[in-house]
């Protein structure tokens, strides 16, 4: 394939032209199979043009199909190319000869632009191995197989890289084989010995070495797979009402860092804070989202921009640099990493109204073109215009993001990327990438499958999704296998059971069951989720008609009172931050819970429970496996049969284990039919640890 | 991606390399995306290193995923570049806007080299069209809109290769759009006028156009899809036995080519004939496949070579190059292709084990290898070697290929090539492609998928399938859905109910019906399909023990005494000539037959039988469909509900059409429903033409 410029515009027309008058005599365009050919290697993200990602030391499948010619041996082998060239070769195994279908497991240690490829070699050892085996049985060609396999082994002896060990091995097994005083049986159990196999499949003799291309593989640091958010409004983090002066008085950038520690005793790894810059004055959004707001009433910052400041700036009411600085310095010491809102729009008061209206969208009158979605209009926003000066934006947009870094942000929560150009996303992403690669970029695109996953291909880490809107143990199960299946090799999941612009009608209607166990899935499915502050409280009322919270702080203060909730204080023991440290300690003590694509789903009878697995190998040999069971039905307990799939935690199907309940401390014997009663009469979710002898 | 060089052998090493000391710097191997991004274009093959295949005339379908941010109107071309550059634009249709699934129908109209890419374009009339329909009926912005319309269809009448009337069309509207002293109805309706939007949908403003890589299309003649092929044994037309001599004397190609005009009678396209070349002595197999021949035994013609010549002569026995040429004459004549069988291995007295001995696997002892399946040996054959001296190997091939392209053979039927390097194929086809694109391959690789797959995308232009163990409903619906889908871009089945290696169960047992029934399948389900010689006489007595014909014509002589099944001979009307004769005809007058990916299935009641169809425009307009229903039990005739999925077959649910029946000639009126009954009492299949007022 050649990229090609687009076509100047001519007619639209279906008729193909006239026949040509001989047949046109051209080269094909064929690219040169390899002499053991190399098909189908996966992940490949869009032909090779993006890359694969990874984070650092997880385990993914690479799969290829190998095959060649007649019954000679065919073997594979997968090259990971680290960022500075060096290269680790690894062994693959055919997983379904009837398909040559081969697969390793491929783990890289660090972050940075690796490459892969696949080649695939004719194994004269394994010809030898499988004919001399039968033939010698049968008594045909036996001194012929007998010698050729002493000429392969004294071949394999003399190969660059071998051992003296090795060289050894093979000359004496080499030996044997030749030596006609010995019997067939010793001579031919020399060449099939376990160690020399073992020292082959070490080193093997690679006859036509066949490579597929290199593709590319990104891999991130671990945060941009595995954490726990927290989401907050700063401003509502503090903030009082002054009877006085009958006002809230906004929390700050100073007063929302006393949060914090109580967030990281929770377990999270990740604040996030919606926006923090000037907010403007123009069509300002009362309480509720209504019109014509009042003196006091603080403006959504999503509505970004006034004399005090756009993108690049802090709302005065927050407090300064230096405040953010220490926020920033805060959350670090309690081993938090700072999430900001990236909201790409306009306040009709933002600075670059002036300073660059050609950021923005002149209609045939001369006014700027507000955010529209017709006929509805949004007077308080101007989207950005990206084309009619794409660099310009593009360096603004640069400039104002490492304003932020420099201020020690490294992850940014995009809001509607899926509103601007992707090719500026991949731009930005990319530029940024080139200095601070673990800069983190969350896609808060609630949108149409394909623009998420470009998103994800052209750079984002992680992405929002479909999660709140999947409450059926079917539709859970059909979308988390799709979100660990291929995608996962491009494509980062992040689950939050409510955000500030989301409540769905099960959050509202499910009560304390549904709180536990939306919380309870979103972590344990994958490995990012994230909650939004209020949570712990099971903010459950819902503005009529709308399914979001009422009082939405975008539009106004929120004071939840944490201390009501302490030990002591009147509401103590109505929260759920205990659960959810609960469950944020497990994610922490189980490595199994950091990955995706490890997701298994089991057979449960009843089809409103649901049934997952996560096993993961640890450095010291030891298998890490979670097996988690939920009643997704928040009305009512049920009781049901499990149906373990043995083999998929790694044991033959008689096997018994204890399964010991992190969630209850209670501890089972379990084998693969299991009885489990789940519900809001005692605990709606099982999250079990496999533990055997 | 980049192209790799294999990696010099060193040990198999799973552990990654240890941590680099600080963060990689360097730009990820991100290729831009367009403005306007175009994915998963399709059919692409091996990321368009190999190209996708059409054969003249035949419509396939384009997908792509077209997509952009916010809510303006996206649209797509496809740019199809035919060999000498000239460029079609083909509008593409967003079959699914939820996932931005776009596709058009193309057609390439002659052979060679063709590229198609897809141009994903912003809309800006569409995007008007959209919001100005509901604002100005909101009361939302009017003036603004109807301005806004104006000022697009000024834009759009100067576009270059807009028509004086088109222009004239265009100015007259925006006029209206402008004028206020119109009312808001008139101005609008004159922007969305039909002959407006008919106009710019003919040369559309198209903005950001951005292109897709340009993929290969390789365009061949219709012979590559659709023939009907007819196999026979040069040698058994026309031989008998001398009871003189008591031995049998050869038919010859002088003998054979007296039957052409019967098998083109029958409506053949192709005459496909066995290897006529010299045939070995050494181990020659006797009947039915005894080992130790008579000296009056034939041999195989498989064992290829003696001291007459190899496998650029013909058998003496058979006659000269100018019987060859005559017979291709003949068969010219009667509108016949000749194919003939190219079985590249050995007989141990073919002219390469002196003259390149080089060509054979020399084993240890320093004999020549046998070709084997250990611990079988087959001491008639000696397999080729292609690694010793591949240029050698390759050029001598391919001289061999131009000496009977030279005496008008533009057919090979190829034994075994999976047992041959896949790239020795890949060159070889495009080497012969170079100077003769009008050569066909058919691979006889009855392997695995991936093997199957691989020949055909690197240049064979037909495979063999598993069609002849393909008898259940279900299976033959998935086997063929599968054919018909994403492979049918690359890989284009031929179907054969027996061959002289294939006699299964069911049509040693089947009985008439059987034999009737999986002809009419082969030749309606897929283009290609074949027959082997003595089809009309139902030979279903298989060698005890093997699924083949017993006494094979591979090892003896077969005088079938077609004379004895015309008319006043003493077994008139004991032969299928007839029904093949009608199934024939049928496919030549159907277009719709002779396309592959137009095969669409209908539901039948009864599991055991199988109803689908096939649809094609034709030139002048009309639609070509055909509907076959097939009762797959030999055994019992069986009755059932047919349902029709109507919108396939271009019809509305309650529609109705006559049905008329290609085999028998009835005609009924058929709907959604229909009652059918098929089987050996009557007739196991209906082949039914939709006649339509």
């Not at 006859?207 to 290199?214: G, H, I, K, L, T």
């Not at 750079?459 to 296998?481: H, I, P, V």
């Not at 697995?613 to 307990?637: C, F, M, Q, W, Y």
Request: with cysteine; hydrophobic share 40%; aromatic share 10%.
């Amino acid at each position: 394939m050649t990229a090609s410029p687009p076509l100047s515009d001519r007619p639209h027309d279906k008729r193909p032209p006239a026949p040509a008058p001989t047949l046109p005599v051209s080269t094909p365009p064929q690219v040169p199979v390899g002499r053991i050919p190399v098909q189908d290697v996966r992940p490949v993200i869009d032909h090779g043009l993006r890359p694969a990602k990874a984070v650092v030391d997880e385990t993914f499948t690479l799969d290829a199909t190998v095959l060649r010619e007649g019954h000679d041996a065919v073997n594979a082998t997968v090259v990971l190319t680290a960022p500075d060239g060096q290269q680790t070769l690894i062994p693959m195994e055919c997983i379904n000869p009837g398909l040559n279908h081969w697969v390793a497991e491929v783990t890289a240690s660090y972050p940075g632009n690796w490459t892969y490829r696949v080649e695939g070699w004719s194994d004269p050892y394994g010809t030898w191995e499988h004919d001399a085996s039968i033939k010698v049985a049968a008594g045909v060609d036996v001194e012929l197989m007998l010698t050729e396999g002493a000429l392969l082994l004294e071949r394999a002896a003399e190969q660059p890289g071998r051992s003296g060990d090795g060289r050894l091995l093979l000359d004496d097994a080499a030996s044997v084989l030749a030596d006609t005083d010995r019997s067939v049986t010793t001579r031919l159990s020399a060449g099939l010995d376990r160690a020399v196999r073992e020292e082959m499949s070490r080193l093997p003799l690679r006859d036509m070495v066949s490579p597929s291309p290199d593709y590319p593989l990104l891999v991130e640091r671990e945060r941009a797979l595995y954490g726990a958010w927290y989401e907050f409004f700063p401003r509502s983090e503090g903030c009082y009402y002054d009877t006085n002066t009958e006002a809230w008085v906004s929390g700050t950038l100073v007063t929302a860092a006393k949060r914090l520690p109580a967030i990281a005793a929770m377990g999270f790894d990740v604040i996030y804070l919606t926006p923090i810059h000037p907010i403007g004055r123009a069509a300002r959004k009362g309480p509720n989202n209504t019109l014509g707001a009042g003196p006091h009433d603080p403006g959504s910052p999503y509505a970004i921009g006034s004399p005090d400041g756009g993108h690049d700036a802090i709302h005065p009411e927050l407090g300064t640099f230096d405040d953010l600085d220490e926020f920033v310095a805060e959350a670090e010491r309690n081993g938090l990493e700072v999430a900001i809102d990236i909201a790409l729009q306009a306040s009709p008061d933002h600075p670059w109204v002036s300073s660059h209206p050609e950021f923005f969208t002149r209609r045939a009158d001369g006014t700027i073109a507000y955010a529209e979605n017709p006929p509805k209009k949004y007077q308080d926003i101007y989207p950005l215009n990206f084309d009619n000066d794409p660099s310009g934006a593009y360096a603004e947009v640069r400039r104002v993001i490492q304003v932020w870094i420099d201020h020690g942000i490294k992850i940014f929560r995009v809001d509607n990327p899926h509103t601007k150009p992707v090719q500026f996303w991949q731009w930005l992403i990319q530029d940024v990438a080139k200095e601070h690669p673990d800069v983190i970029w969350l896609a808060e695109a609630f949108t149409k499958p394909a623009m998420m996953h470009l998103l994800a291909k052209v750079g984002f880490q992680q992405s929002y999704t479909y999660y709140a809107w999947r409450n059926g143990a079917g539709e859970l199960r059909d979308y988390c296998t799709e979100l660990a299946g291929e995608s996962a090799a491009y494509m980062r999941p992040s689950f939050w059971p409510t955000t500030h612009d989301i409540l769905t009608p099960y959050m509202q209607f499910g009560g304390l069951a549904a709180w536990k166990l939306r919380a309870a899935l979103a972590a344990t499915l994958v490995p990012t989720y994230g909650i939004y502050a209020g949570y712990e409280l099971m903010e459950h009322v819902a503005r009529p008609g709308a399914e979001e919270q009422i009082d939405n702080e975008k539009y106004q203060f929120k004071d939840r009172r944490w201390a009501d909730y302490e030990p002591g204080g009147p509401k103590e023991g109505q929260s759920l931050a205990g659960y959810l440290t609960t469950i944020n300690a497990i994610r922490k003590a189980h490595p199994a819970l950091r990955w995706l694509r490890n997701l298994r789903f089991h057979h449960v009878d009843d089809e409103n429970m649901l049934c997952f697995s996560k096993a993961r190998r640890l450095p010291d040999g030891s298998e890490d496996i979670i097996i988690v069971v939920a009643n997704l039905d928040p009305h009512s307990t049920r009781s049901s049969m499990v149906r373990l799939d043995m083999p998929v935690l790694g044991m033959d199907w008689p096997d018994s284990f204890e399964a010991h309940d992190l969630i209850t401390g209670e501890t089972w014997t379990w084998w693969e039919h299991n009885y489990v009663r789940l519900g809001p009469e005692w605990e709606p979710v099982h999250i079990v640890a496999v533990r055997r002898p």
